[in-house]
């Protein structure tokens, strides 16, 4: 079968990619013709585990191709995915121009039956307007149908939740699309992926139910974590005792500094503008992101209370992204934690493995170290703000010599407290200070 799938980004490189693996011939196309060069270059323009293999394996065996010609892949495919971003607008809804551009584009170079599946996270009721949007634009009476097939993939996991996933959700209006999108995935339903048949406004709501859902433990448990902190119980006993309830599960149940990321908050605040549009207060949602919110301030607060006038003190974040393996830092709380530290007089270091150059655009106002050491070298602080791997091991007894004082705050609870206090640092985490 021959797929094209538009947006070459972190859903659209990695599903293309994937279903290629699957022995279909995927076109990947995007508009940023830079991007294109790299891939057709052989350089991946994201970071994701495993994704580089992929790539090479299927593009030496014809299987996947690249290019910036949306027209021509679709004349040659049955299958077009939209993968493009749909970031937010200021009221919080969805901007949804790419994924419009992409539908018209589409429209006009349509020359028999297509299915175009929606793999873009977009509200409820996008397949129908996209449904209207293509009819209008089409140039010769031909027939199409619209899928919604929202993606789960995490970032930084992302090869593998494609080729693994708990489940693939199909929206469709008919028969026919819905067997055809059914055979794409027809590899993971032979590994027993579950296969969710439904309408597409339900396969849409499932996606931001879902984020939200997810972001609902996280921010449950930070404040359970700030509660453990005031009452002196320990957060990491408590979220691993009620995780062994089957009803609740332990996924998702890590204090830390807050969610980031490109889905969570832009997510939620779309499902909240959603349920506005249809007068409904929906007042979890906003309660989750109220509390990331203060979450991520929470951090600043207590560096505060640690170090006291943070004017003349130096500060070092190591990790930068919004979570481990990935070089994302979009609403990544490391970003918020050194632009509110730079505002409060302090000098920021920071090292992250990945993520320096994308942070580096964001935040030219800190210093970038070349390695963890380097970066705390010389800090009254340093905040462990993503819990990458390279940091579950730190050189403490080098660490202390290089500090000016010995703190560490551990946003992300890698370390046992008791543990590093014994080795002479001034340690403070989230929800374990029994
Ligand atoms: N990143 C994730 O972890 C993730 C997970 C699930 C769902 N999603 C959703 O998937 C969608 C894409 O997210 P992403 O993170 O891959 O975005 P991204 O920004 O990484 O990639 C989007 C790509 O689309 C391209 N593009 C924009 N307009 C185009 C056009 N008219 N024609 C061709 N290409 C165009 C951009 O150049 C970019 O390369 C969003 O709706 C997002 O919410 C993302």
């Not at 703190?407 to 002479?424: A, E, Q």
Request: some cysteine; proline content about 4%; charged content about 25%.
């Amino acid at each position: 079968m021959n797929i094209c799938v538009v947006g070459s980004g972190y859903v659209g490189l990695v599903a293309g990619a994937c279903m290629s693996d699957f022995g279909m011939n995927v076109t990947c196309v995007d508009s940023d013709k830079s991007k294109i060069r790299m891939l057709k270059k052989g350089q991946m323009p994201i970071f994701e585990i495993g994704l580089s293999e992929i790539v090479q394996r299927n593009v030496k065996l014809g299987r996947l191709q690249f290019s910036s010609n949306l027209a021509d892949a679709v004349d040659r495919s049955l299958v077009i995915f939209i993968g493009v971003g749909t970031p937010e607008n200021d009221d919080g809804s969805s901007n949804l121009t790419q994924v419009r551009q992409v539908a018209t584009e589409v429209a006009r170079s349509m020359n028999d039956y297509k299915v175009i599946v929606i793999k873009s996270t977009v509200p409820v009721g996008t397949s129908r307007e996209l449904d209207q949007l293509v009819k209008e634009n089409l140039n010769s009476d031909v027939e199409f149908d619209i899928v919604s097939n929202p993606e789960f993939l995490r970032e930084g996991t992302a090869v593998n939740d494609f080729l693994r996933p708990d489940r693939v959700v199909i929206g469709a209006g008919s028969e026919r699309a819905l067997a055809i999108v059914r055979d794409i995935y027809r590899p993971l339903y032979l590994l027993e992926t579950p296969i969710v048949s439904t309408t597409n406004e339900t396969a849409e709501m499932v996606k931001y139910a879902s984020n939200t859902m997810l972001a609902l433990k996280i921010s449950f448990i930070n404040e359970i974590a700030n509660i453990c902190d005031r009452v002196k119980a320990d957060v990491y006993t408590v979220a691993t005792a009620v995780g062994m309830d089957k009803r609740i599960g332990p996924k998702f149940l890590h204090p830390g500094p807050g969610f980031g990321g490109s889905c969570f908050p832009k997510d939620i605040r779309s499902l909240v503008n959603t349920a506005e549009s249809v007068d409904y207060n929906f007042e979890i949602g906003k309660a989750v992101l109220r509390v990331n919110e203060r979450q991520k301030e929470l951090i600043v607060e207590k560096s505060c209370q640690l170090l006291g006038e943070l004017k003349g003190k130096s500060i070092c974040l190591l990790g930068l992204s919004f979570k481990p393996g990935t070089d994302d830092v979009r609403e990544a709380p490391a970003l918020h934690i050194a632009r509110r530290l730079l505002e409060k007089g302090a000098t920021v270091k920071a090292y992250d493995p990945a993520a320096m150059e994308q942070a580096r655009r964001e935040l030219p106002d800190i210093t970038y170290g070349k390695d963890y050491m380097t970066a705390a070298s010389d800090t009254d602080l340093v905040i462990i703000a993503t819990e990458w791997h390279e940091f579950r091991d730190l050189d403490f007894d080098q660490l202390k010599s290089r500090m000016r004082s010995p703190n560490i705050y551990d946003t992300r609870n890698i370390y046992d407290p008791k543990d590093i206090r014994r080795r002479g640092f001034n340690y403070i985490c989230t929800g374990r200070d029994c």
